[in-house]
């Protein structure tokens, strides 16, 4: 194998590495890594203590946090569970898929009103038991969450916040109008949970604050872990992607739509369960409880904890319920105080009190046993492993086992030459402007293909309609015969083209493996439900990407930076990783845009040796470039667009000779020699 990508620019980027990662690092970022060194059981023994603690609260009572007279700590206690289980699910939306909903509390509002609806002696539908009533309103509200999701979700940022405030008030108004859900009226005597006491009396009756405590926490507590298997599975990976980029996402494979949607059905079959607990609890429903003041509150919730942190979700739902109760005195003015705080927070500390950093692959101690068997490098996670200022070679840290997982089956020899692609006639326009003017070339299989031409020629214009991001005016572009204009980007990758982006875009708030893992997820086939109660087809794929993830940053030269956010890397890292991403997706065409962007003669050489390797391992690839040295020594053959048009195809040496691309580059007196 050829050397790709190491040594000089290795040994230039550690500095500045090294500088990023004490600054990321902190005292939370190093007690949560010297946590995953604890054996299972360990931490399986702590977790059942806080359980413990968690469900002794409302018996302990302890005075420094004990409610003002007037307000019973036990029913306190329910609130704030009630409260988290809320924000829990609508971090789901708004934390993990950075979907601004402003409108939670309609989800709610419905999931209340179907524990009333047919539990309620006021009710004239047939009665169920309370307890068949949580799950009839989680299918509800995720019918509800469908409904709304599938003409809203194309939406983003302000449009899609002003929607979904418009659902929670149609909710509430709905409930005023229709007869049925008898409006202020509302319904009495909500169902509880079956159960008595020696006495004969209701365990679960509105004033026994502790029961409803516990059975709300118990059912947090399997939220909790079903939400954990969901975000340490390609569904999780998903959502932070679309929530950090989701043109990016869709590239690399994320359907962003279908992720979105089921985003926004688990969030409101979320927040209609907290519904029905509420119901049952409190014993009365009516439309006066599900104003929009209550939505603000529950966004509160999750901003103040920290949005995209379940935990933090938690801690900020438990004091959005606590501080009015403990501090009685500020109760009425608490949505002036929650909306100073959110503003305070935005400013001084956006990532919340606990922050948003997700682990989204499960087992660290697997990445780094993976990651010494495969390229003899351990991951620095978090500052935590020393790094030497001299890097290996990249040639003596790439082992034959890393050159096998990473290329893919080679293409037969016979097939060596044959057309891969074939843009025939392609042109794209923009209101008047002509981008992409009837360009017509073929791709052949397994050679490096350079396009070229001077800034505006179109050449990200046809790589965007190649993959989809823009719809062509006319012409066709076939992938081994099938056309594939009007597909979606996501099918496009997974049918076998890749790309990189002229402008960075990776994943920011991801590691650098799990960017990697990200472009894998495309050629996965666990669903949601499978994610969800970690199947072992979700297992056995995830144990799969961890290696094939690991054995492509090898390959770039990068394995010793695999649990390295990638917003912390050095530009040079970025440019490799955003490679290593590309070929996550087993690309049959791999289409690199501007990859020497901003590096010197050093890395250049480096990534012309890594260009090389990569399409000695079977790949394809189509590469951009201004660098007139590197396309010309790393390229079979060339084409030259000027103004959206061909203006030239051949070899390297035939296009350095063209008269016409002498004149595009130099002008025509230059071409005349006459400059």
Same mark, same amino acid.
């Given at each position: 194998?050829?050397?790709?990508?190491?040594?000089?620019?290795?040994?230039?980027?550690?500095?500045?590495?090294?500088?990023?990662?004490?600054?990321?690092?902190?005292?939370?970022?190093?007690?949560?890594?010297?946590?995953?060194?604890?054996?299972?059981?360990?931490?399986?023994?702590?977790?059942?203590?806080?359980?413990?603690?968690?469900?002794?609260?409302?018996?302990?009572?302890?005075?420094?946090?004990?409610?003002?007279?007037?307000?019973?700590?036990?029913?306190?206690?329910?609130?704030?569970?009630?409260?988290?289980?809320?924000?829990?699910?609508?971090?789901?939306?708004?934390?993990?898929?950075?979907?601004?909903?402003?409108?939670?509390?309609?989800?709610?509002?419905?999931?209340?009103?179907?524990?009333?609806?047919?539990?309620?002696?006021?009710?004239?539908?047939?009665?169920?038991?309370?307890?068949?009533?949580?799950?009839?309103?989680?299918?509800?509200?995720?019918?509800?969450?469908?409904?709304?999701?599938?003409?809203?979700?194309?939406?983003?940022?302000?449009?899609?916040?002003?929607?979904?405030?418009?659902?929670?008030?149609?909710?509430?108004?709905?409930?005023?109008?229709?007869?049925?859900?008898?409006?202020?009226?509302?319904?009495?005597?909500?169902?509880?949970?079956?159960?008595?006491?020696?006495?004969?009396?209701?365990?679960?009756?509105?004033?026994?604050?502790?029961?409803?405590?516990?059975?709300?926490?118990?059912?947090?507590?399997?939220?909790?872990?079903?939400?954990?298997?969901?975000?340490?599975?390609?569904?999780?990976?998903?959502?932070?992607?679309?929530?950090?980029?989701?043109?990016?996402?869709?590239?690399?494979?994320?359907?962003?739509?279908?992720?979105?949607?089921?985003?926004?059905?688990?969030?409101?079959?979320?927040?209609?369960?907290?519904?029905?607990?509420?119901?049952?609890?409190?014993?009365?429903?009516?439309?006066?409880?599900?104003?929009?003041?209550?939505?603000?509150?529950?966004?509160?919730?999750?901003?103040?904890?920290?949005?995209?942190?379940?935990?933090?979700?938690?801690?900020?739902?438990?004091?959005?319920?606590?501080?009015?109760?403990?501090?009685?005195?500020?109760?009425?003015?608490?949505?002036?105080?929650?909306?100073?705080?959110?503003?305070?927070?935005?400013?001084?500390?956006?990532?919340?009190?606990?922050?948003?950093?997700?682990?989204?692959?499960?087992?660290?101690?697997?990445?780094?046993?993976?990651?010494?068997?495969?390229?003899?490098?351990?991951?620095?996670?978090?500052?935590?492993?020393?790094?030497?200022?001299?890097?290996?070679?990249?040639?003596?840290?790439?082992?034959?086992?890393?050159?096998?997982?990473?290329?893919?089956?080679?293409?037969? #020899?016979?097939?060596?030459? &044959? !057309?891969? %692609?074939?843009?025939? /006639?392609?042109?794209?326009?923009? $209101?008047?402007?002509? +981008? *992409?003017?009837?360009?017509?070339?073929?791709?052949?299989?397994?050679?490096?293909?350079?396009?070229?031409?001077?800034?505006?020629?179109?050449?990200?214009?046809?790589?965007?309609?190649?993959?989809?991001?823009?719809?062509?005016?006319?012409?066709?572009?076939?992938?081994?015969?099938?056309?594939?204009?009007?597909?979606?980007?996501?099918?496009?990758?997974?049918?076998?083209?890749?790309?990189?982006?002229?402008?960075?875009?990776?994943?920011? #708030?991801?590691?650098?493996? &799990? !960017?990697? %893992?990200?472009?894998? /997820?495309?050629?996965?086939?666990? $669903?949601?439900?499978? +994610? *969800?109660?970690?199947?072992?087809?979700?297992?056995?794929?995830?144990?799969?990407?961890?290696?094939?993830?690991?054995?492509?940053?090898?390959?770039?030269?990068?394995?010793?930076?695999?649990?390295?956010?990638?917003?912390?890397?050095?530009?040079?890292?970025?440019?490799?990783?955003?490679?290593?991403?590309?070929?996550?997706?087993?690309?049959?065409?791999?289409?690199?845009?501007?990859?020497?962007?901003?590096?010197?003669?050093?890395?250049?050489?480096?990534?012309?040796?890594?260009?090389?390797?990569?399409?000695? /391992?079977?790949?394809?690839?189509?590469?951009?470039?201004?660098?007139?040295?590197?396309?010309?020594?790393?390229?079979?053959?060339?084409?030259?667009?000027?103004?959206?048009?061909?203006?030239?195809?051949?070899?390297?040496?035939?296009?350095?000779?063209?008269?016409?691309?002498?004149?595009?580059?130099?002008?025509?007196?230059?071409?005349?020699?006459?400059?």
């Amino acid at each position: 194998m050829s050397t790709p990508m190491g040594g000089a620019a290795a040994a230039q980027a550690i500095t500045d590495t090294q500088a990023t990662e004490t600054r990321y690092t902190g005292r939370l970022g190093h007690l949560r890594h010297r946590w995953e060194q604890f054996p299972r059981w360990q931490q399986w023994f702590v977790w059942a203590l806080v359980a413990m603690l968690v469900y002794a609260l409302p018996l302990l009572n302890p005075p420094i946090l004990t409610t003002e007279p007037g307000n019973d700590w036990q029913l306190a206690c329910f609130d704030m569970s009630r409260f988290a289980l809320v924000a829990l699910g609508l971090n789901v939306v708004v934390g993990q898929a950075g979907l601004l909903d402003l409108g939670y509390v309609g989800f709610f509002a419905v999931g209340s009103y179907v524990a009333a609806l047919w539990t309620s002696p006021d009710s004239a539908y047939i009665h169920i038991p309370y307890l068949w009533t949580l799950p009839l309103a989680m299918v509800v509200t995720v019918c509800f969450g469908v409904v709304l999701g599938i003409p809203t979700l194309r939406l983003r940022g302000d449009y899609l916040a002003i929607v979904t405030l418009g659902f929670g008030e149609i909710i509430r108004l709905l409930a005023t109008l229709i007869p049925a859900l008898k409006g202020q009226v509302g319904f009495q005597n909500v169902g509880a949970p079956p159960g008595t006491d020696a006495g004969g009396h209701e365990i679960f009756n509105n004033s026994a604050g502790t029961p409803w405590f516990w059975f709300t926490v118990t059912i947090i507590i399997c939220v909790l872990m079903l939400l954990t298997n969901l975000e340490r599975s390609r569904v999780g990976r998903a959502w932070i992607a679309i929530r950090e980029d989701e043109d990016a996402a869709e590239i690399m494979g994320v359907p962003k739509f279908r992720f979105k949607i089921w985003a926004f059905g688990i969030g409101a079959a979320l927040g209609g369960l907290s519904g029905a607990v509420f119901a049952g609890q409190v014993g009365f429903v009516n439309n006066q409880k599900f104003d929009v003041q209550t939505s603000i509150l529950f966004l509160a919730a999750v901003v103040l904890g920290g949005s995209g942190n379940k935990f933090g979700a938690l801690l900020g739902g438990a004091l959005v319920s606590y501080i009015p109760l403990r501090f009685t005195a500020i109760a009425d003015y608490k949505y002036l105080i929650f909306g100073a705080a959110l503003v305070l927070m935005m400013i001084f500390r956006p990532q919340g009190l606990l922050g948003s950093r997700s682990q989204l692959l499960a087992n660290v101690r697997s990445i780094r046993d993976t990651s010494r068997r495969l390229v003899g490098a351990v991951p620095v996670i978090y500052g935590e492993t020393p790094v030497s200022t001299e890097p290996e070679p990249v040639e003596e840290a790439v082992t034959p086992e890393v050159a096998e997982i990473v290329a893919p089956d080679r293409p037969l #020899e016979t097939a060596v030459g &044959e !057309n891969l %692609v074939e843009i025939n /006639d392609l042109s794209v326009t923009f $209101g008047g402007l002509t +981008a *992409l003017d009837h360009v017509s070339f073929d791709i052949r299989r397994g050679e490096i293909l350079g396009l070229i031409g001077p800034n505006g020629a179109g050449k990200t214009t046809c790589f965007n309609a190649m993959t989809g991001v823009y719809d062509p005016s006319s012409g066709d572009v076939t992938l081994e015969g099938a056309n594939i204009i009007g597909k979606s980007q996501h099918v496009i990758t997974r049918l076998g083209i890749a790309r990189t982006f002229q402008n960075i875009r990776l994943f920011g #708030e991801m590691t650098a493996l &799990e !960017n990697v %893992v990200v472009g894998l /997820d495309a050629r996965h086939r666990t $669903g949601t439900w499978g +994610a *969800l109660f970690r199947s072992p087809t979700h297992r056995r794929e995830e144990r799969e990407s961890i290696e094939r993830g690991l054995a492509l940053l090898g390959f770039v030269g990068i394995a010793d930076r695999a649990e390295i956010l990638a917003r912390n890397l050095p530009y040079g890292y970025q440019r490799r990783l955003e490679i290593a991403r590309a070929l996550a997706t087993e690309p049959k065409l791999l289409c690199l845009d501007e990859p020497a962007a901003g590096f010197n003669p050093a890395e250049k050489d480096e990534l012309m040796a890594l260009i090389r390797t990569i399409r000695d /391992d079977g790949y394809t690839i189509l590469l951009i470039e201004h660098d007139m040295r590197l396309v010309m020594e790393v390229t079979d053959r060339i084409v030259v667009l000027e103004f959206g048009k061909k203006i030239a195809e051949g070899s390297p040496a035939e296009i350095r000779n063209n008269p016409a691309v002498i004149a595009a580059y130099l002008g025509e007196e230059a071409s005349n020699g006459t400059a």
